[in-house]
């Protein structure tokens, strides 16, 4: 199995960006933290993170045929981007929405998900955990499918 994790605007400032939201904890810990799960799991995984919404697009249609799942931050562009959903519906990968926060306890504007639309599963709230999770529930499918 090989994953491709996505990260969208801003996770790069983890650690400094918001602490009483998001942790003090920075994106290289949660990079360290998703590799070595992958890693004790005997799965491949890449990590991509751009401020750039057409950097994401494009490594996403780059995952054609390169990987089995997608998990996928996209961060702000989860409430404003419809070339993230076109992108994740033209390359047909199982996909699973990750938040760190749960922002169904935030701001309004926070409640609108276009990428939801696409995605099997929304893992919201659970802080960087919620990426092992959401890589679990990649497996889980990938598991359902091949029995």
Do not use: W
Not at 11 to 35: A, V
Not at 96 to 115: A, L, N
């Amino acid at each position: 199995m090989k994953i491709l994790v996505l990260n969208g605007p801003n996770l790069n400032m983890l650690g400094i960006r918001e602490p009483e939201i998001y942790g003090n904890k920075t994106y290289e810990d949660l990079c360290d933290l998703i590799n070595a799960y992958a890693k004790e799991k005997r799965i491949a995984v890449d990590i991509f993170q751009s401020n750039h919404e057409g950097d994401l697009v494009d490594e996403i249609q780059d995952a054609y045929s390169e990987y089995n799942g997608i998990v996928i931050n996209p961060a702000a562009y989860t409430h404003t981007s419809v070339a993230l959903l076109d992108a994740l519906k033209a390359v047909g990968i199982p996909a699973v929405e990750v938040h760190i926060s749960d922002v169904s306890k935030r701001e309004d504007y926070r409640q609108i998900s276009f990428v939801r639309e696409y995605c099997f599963e929304t893992v919201s709230g659970l802080g960087f955990q919620g990426y092992l999770k959401a890589i679990d529930l990649l497996l889980e499918r990938q598991n359902d499918c091949n029995n």
